[in-house]
T-cell receptor, first 111, second 115 residues
Framework: GENVEQHPSTLSVQEGDSAVIKCTYS??????FPWYKQELGKRPQLIID?????GEKKDQRIAVTLNKTAKHFSLHITETQPEDSAVYFC??????????FGKGTMLLVSP | SAVISQKPSRDICQRGTSLTIQCQVD?????MFWYRQQPGQSLTLIAT?????????ESGFVIDKFPISRPNLTFSTLTVSNMSPEDSSIYLC????????????FGPGTRLTVL
């Protein structure tokens, strides 16, 4: 089955800096890669996703890149703000299969 | 996206008892899932709740421990049976977007503590 590795496990940045979280996956048939943000005590929220027919997708301050050859994808957050502090999870799936999640990255943005 | 609610939001239970968690969606959805999130951990899929048939369980999860019902396209229940302290977790349901079932949206979760 699919295996998703996520790094780093924790990431501390200063407000205004950029943050990058990386994930690798094992199943070359995977074609959908979402990112979830989970604030303390809240539900995971889908913040951005990418499908395998696209190399990059942006939504305001967040972007996701996908390298199918290397089987890795990354979340980029620019101009970080304290409200970006949360745990971020990457995931992967193949059509008709279920999501496999990474272990999560705790992002702390200091003012 | 669909509005998803869960009941109860939290509970404290004694070992050996069972708890049934409800998940209600405000629109009909084909795909519903149940996840467990142990303290400080990632999301682990327990099972896919299938309407009109038995749930599909992931490796390590069995029907006797986690029976699931899915009587219609807007509702599902997960029961945690014969609980032990190791079952203390957050249990979340999620629904898949229609025609794009891999896009999942989560309910608020049920925080379960077993003493």
């Amino acid at each position: 089955g699919e295996n998703v590795e996520q790094h780093p496990s924790t990431l501390s940045v200063q407000e205004g800096d950029s943050a990058v979280i990386k994930c690798t996956y094992s199943d070359s048939a995977s074609n959908y890669f979402p990112w979830y943000k989970q604030e303390l005590g809240k539900r995971p929220q889908l913040i951005i996703d990418i499908r395998s027919n696209v190399g990059e997708k942006k939504d305001q301050r967040i972007a996701v890149t996908l390298n199918k050859t290397a089987k890795h994808f990354s979340l980029h957050i620019t101009e970080t703000q304290p409200e970006d502090s949360a745990v971020y999870f990457c995931a992967a799936s193949n059509w008709g299969s279920t999501l496999t999640f990474g272990k999560g990255t705790m992002l702390l943005v200091s003012p | 996206s669909a509005v998803i609610s869960q009941k109860p939001s939290r509970d404290i239970c004694q070992r050996g008892t069972s708890l049934t968690i409800q998940c209600q969606v405000d629109s009909q959805v084909t795909m519903m899932f149940w996840y467990r999130q142990q303290p400080g951990q990632s999301l682990t899929l327990i099972a896919t709740a299938n309407q009109g048939s038995e749930a599909t369980y992931e490796s390590g999860f069995v029907i006797d421990k986690f029976p699931i019902s899915r009587p219609n396209l807007t509702f599902s229940t997960l029961t945690v049976s014969n609980m032990s302290p190791e079952d203390s977790s957050i249990y979340l349901c999620s629904v898949g977007r229609e025609n794009r079932g891999d896009e999942q949206f989560f309910g608020p979760g049920t925080r379960l503590t077993v003493l």
